[in-house]
C-alpha cells in the first residue's frame, strides 16, 4: 500500500479564497482523521470519520471550515473562506486495528 | 480531558550516549500510546505502540516503557546517532469503550545529535 496520500503538499492562496485539501486513507482503515499542526498549538485534532460518518468535530474551529468523506477512499476538508490565521500544516491519518498511521502533510499558507 | 506532557521540550547530545525521553498523561483510561518521530517538514512516522495491557516495547535500539497507573511513558534511545535527530511525539489513545479512538498529543521533544 502507498500509505495515507494527501494533495496538494503545499498551497499558497490569498486571503478570502477557498482551499481544498485532499486525503485518501490506507485501503481498508475503517477510521480517517484530520489534524493541524502550528508551532503555537502543536498537533491538534479538527475531525475525525468511521465508515464515512463524521464522529467528532468539536476541534473545527469555524464554521470556515468542513470536512466531508464521500467514500471509503477519499476525503476533503475545505476552508471557505481562508485567513491568515489558518496558516499551517494539514495532516490526514487513518487507523487500521492499532495505529495510526499519518500522511505527508499539506502546508498552507494564506497571503 | 486529557493532557499530555513532553519533557524536555529540547535535548542536544553527543553522539553515542544513551539518552531517554518523557511523556506524562493526565488520565491514566488509555487504550493504548505511540511515540512517533516528526523531521522537519516531514509528516509523522510510528515508531512504537505500547497497548494499555503492556509494559514495554522494542524496536531497534528504541524501547518505550508504559507505566499506566502513574500516567507516563518513557522512550529509551540507545548509542544514539545524528540521524536520530527528529522531534518525538507522544499520543495517547482514549479507551474506545468510551467511544474515542482519538489520539491525544504532547508538544514533542525535538531532539539534536551531534557528531
Known amino acids: 500500500d502507498a500509505g495515507v496520500i494527501q494533495s496538494p503538499r503545499h498551497e499558497v492562496t490569498e486571503m478570502g479564497q477557498e482551499v481544498t485539501l485532499r486525503c485518501k486513507p490506507i485501503?481498508?482503515?475503517?477510521?480517517l482523521f484530520w489534524y493541524r499542526q502550528t508551532m503555537m498549538r502543536g498537533l491538534e485534532l479538527l475531525i475525525y470519520?468511521?465508515?464515512?460518518?463524521?464522529?467528532?468535530d468539536s476541534g473545527m474551529p469555524e464554521d470556515r471550515f468542513s470536512a466531508k468523506m464521500p467514500n471509503a477512499s477519499f476525503s476533503t476538508l475545505k476552508i471557505q473562506p481562508s485567513e491568515p490565521r489558518d496558516s499551517a500544516v494539514y495532516f490526514c491519518?487513518?487507523?487500521?486495528?492499532?495505529?495510526?498511521?499519518f500522511g505527508p502533510g499539506t502546508r498552507l499558507t494564506v497571503l | 480531558k486529557q493532557e499530555v506532557t513532553q519533557i524536555p521540550a529540547a535535548l542536544s547530545v553527543p553522539e553515542g550516549e544513551n539518552l531517554v525521553l518523557n511523556c506524562s498523561f493526565t488520565?491514566?483510561?488509555?487504550?493504548?500510546l505511540q511515540w512517533f518521530r516528526q523531521d522537519p517538514g516531514k509528516g509523522l512516522t510510528s515508531l512504537l505502540l505500547?497497548?494499555?495491557?503492556?509494559r514495554e516495547q522494542t524496536s531497534g535500539r528504541l524501547n518505550a516503557s508504559l507505566d499506566k497507573s502513574s500516567g507516563r511513558s518513557t522512550l529509551y534511545i540507545a548509542a544514539s546517532q545524528p540521524g536520530d535527530s527528529a522531534t518525538y511525539l507522544c499520543?495517547?489513545?482514549?479507551?474506545?469503550?468510551?467511544?474515542?479512538?482519538?489520539?491525544?498529543f504532547g508538544k514533542g521533544t525535538k531532539l539534536t545529535v551531534n557528531p
Open positions: 470519520f468511521n465508515n464515512n460518518v463524521p464522529i467528532d
Open positions: 499520543a495517547v489513545r482514549g479507551d474506545p469503550q468510551g467511544g474515542s479512538e482519538k489520539l491525544v
Open positions: 485501503s481498508g482503515h475503517d477510521y
Open positions: 491519518a487513518s487507523l487500521g486495528n492499532f495505529e495510526q498511521f
Open positions: 505500547i497497548q494499555s495491557s503492556q
Open positions: 488520565d491514566s483510561a488509555i487504550y493504548n
